[in-house]
């Protein structure tokens, strides 16, 4: 069963415009969040991370907005540009789910077009 | 760069050959990972270990064996391994397992394995 459901699969957006990366989760232990970026050819890379007593987190153009009550949490890109095209996962976990285990989402494959 | 260096970038064997996968973390961690990334699933968690212990196997066939002979190193040992194998295969480092949301997980770049 996968504990963390993200959407969309791809996304295509135009430079300068926001992107928008959506994830869902239903284990209520969860307490900690992150984002993480891949490109081509290369491991993922934390980007941000939010922990729920938070509502949002803003590290430069990148937001995580998180709704603790729907158990959902999504990643805001303002003024995409070129340089953001890559995968991005969202990603979970617990104390409770034993070994700093991250339960990942599927992946979002973002191209932003010049 | 990382602090995680993965060797070999590609690898491409065969169904009965033996081969092994390497991580060097120069982070001063103390837990490594290994996780599996094929194309439109989950990154995976194969196995952890914590000061050179395993800590964690998740249900990982018999085929893929770890080892982590110091807590910079983390090998992953092949052998007769299966087509759907193929995937890419990626080493993270963190300080620790017990703080979870303190420290993040460091990724290599990984190795493209691929089983003709």
């Known amino acids: 069963q996968q504990q963390v459901k993200q959407s969309p699969q791809s996304l295509i957006v135009q430079k300068g415009g926001i992107s928008i990366i959506n994830c869902a989760y239903e284990?209520?232990?969860?307490?900690?969040f992150p984002w993480y970026q891949q490109f081509p050819g290369k491991g993922p890379a934390l980007l941000i991370a939010i922990r729920p007593d938070v509502s949002e987190k803003k590290e430069g153009r990148f937001t995580i907005s998180f709704n603790k009550s729907a158990k959902q949490f999504s990643l805001h890109i303002m003024d995409s540009q070129p340089g953001d095209s890559a995968t991005y996962f969202c990603?979970?976990?617990?104390?409770?789910?034993?070994?700093?285990?991250?339960?990942f989402g599927t992946g979002t494959r973002l191209t932003v077009i010049p | 760069e990382t602090g995680v260096t993965q060797t070999p970038r590609h690898l491409v064997m065969g169904m009965t050959n033996k081969k092994s996968l390497k991580c060097e973390q120069h982070l001063g961690h103390n837990a490594m990972y290994w996780y599996k990334q094929s194309a439109k699933k989950p990154l995976e968690l194969m196995f952890v270990y914590s000061l050179e212990e395993r800590v964690e196997n998740n249900s990982v066939p018999s085929r893929f064996s770890p080892e982590c002979p110091n807590s910079s190193h983390l090998f992953l040992h092949l052998h007769t391994l299966q087509p759907e194998d193929s995937a890419l295969y990626l080493c993270?480092?963190?300080?620790?397992?017990?703080?979870?949301?303190?420290?993040?997980?460091?990724f290599g770049d990984g190795t493209r394995l691929s089983i003709l």
């Open positions: 990603a979970a976990s617990s104390r409770g789910t034993g070994a700093n285990n991250l339960f």
């Open positions: 993270a480092s963190s300080q620790d397992i017990n703080r979870v949301g303190n420290q993040p997980q460091h």
């Open positions: 284990n209520t232990a969860f307490d900690y």
